[in-house]
């Protein structure tokens, strides 16, 4: 069956950096695109970034854009989330997503358009 496995998450103080990884099994990865969502309790989850199934294309919610860079290796089956000068804001706890294989690609970052998903992983800014 599909897995989702995510790792990376930590705690860390304002302006510093982490890289979230997802390994991904049990379906055709690189036919898939993928997303990282976050999620904060009492708030809607939240797309912070998709990538296309060959990774061509990727799309940012506003507030990440030029600090935060989604990629993806399909030799690995592993997805990839780089964050820079983070910031308290960014605090939440981090899921993967894959869209299901060969499915259209809009470039959406709803969490309706994503079909398999990790447990996720904890990531705490401090100021």
């Known amino acids: 069956q599909v897995q989702l496995v995510e790792s990376g998450g930590g705690s860390v103080q304002a302006g510093g950096s982490l890289r979230l990884s997802c390994a991904a099994s049990g379906y055709t990865y690189s036919a898939a695109a993928m997303g990282w969502f976050r999620q904060v309790p009492g708030r809607e989850r939240e797309g912070v970034a998709t990538i296309s199934p060959r990774g061509s294309t990727t799309y940012y919610v506003d507030s990440v854009k030029g600090r935060f860079t989604i990629s993806r290796d399909n030799a690995k089956n592993t997805l990839y989330l780089q964050m820079n000068n983070l910031k308290p804001e960014d605090t939440a706890m981090y899921s993967c997503?894959?869209?299901?294989?060969?499915?259209?690609?809009?470039?959406?970052?709803?969490?309706?358009?994503?079909?398999?998903w990790g447990q996720g992983t904890q990531v705490t800014v401090s100021s």
């Open positions: 997503a894959a869209r299901r294989p060969y499915a259209y690609y809009s470039g959406s970052r709803s969490p309706s358009s994503f079909d398999y």
